[in-house]
Nanobody, 121 residues
Framework: QVQLVESGGGSVQAGGSLRLSCAAS????????MHWFRQAPGKERERVASISTRGGSTYYVDSVKGRFTISQDNAKNTLYLQMNSLKPEDTAVYYC??????????????WGQGTQVTVSS
């Protein structure tokens, strides 16, 4: 059992920055990959970024490459998403997620409650 709690969301103007955090607790030894997803109203849930808790390899969806950085502090069981040069289309509820095995969506097992990110023009 793993619990995930996101924080750091808020409202910013286009071009601004936010850093999201996700604190993991419970059986964190079972986590092999952590992810950030986002979902805007009326849109499909989208995987934004992933990071392996073992080798540290990362994945980014094309739309955020060069702007977002996923990182982790394994000693604190904390995941981060640094978001720079934010655009209105980044507006969504952002969810932390964790899973075992591989850094693929089908391996996600745990979800946080989400944190709202709003980017205004």
């Amino acid at each position: 059992q793993v619990q995930l709690v996101e924080s750091g969301g808020g409202s910013v103007q286009a071009g601004g920055s936010l850093r999201l955090s996700c604190a993991a607790s419970g059986d964190t030894y079972s986590i092999y990959c952590m992810h950030w997803f986002r979902q805007a109203p009326g849109k499909e849930r989208e995987r934004v970024a992933s990071i392996s808790t073992r080798g540290g390899s990362t994945y980014y969806v094309d739309s955020v490459k060069g702007r977002f950085t996923i990182s982790q502090d394994n000693a604190k069981n904390t995941l981060y998403l640094q978001m720079n040069s934010l655009k209105p289309e980044d507006t969504a509820v952002y969810y932390c997620a964790a899973g075992g095995g591989f850094c693929l969506e089908k391996w996600v097992r745990y979800w946080g409650q989400g944190t709202q990110v709003t980017v205004s023009s």
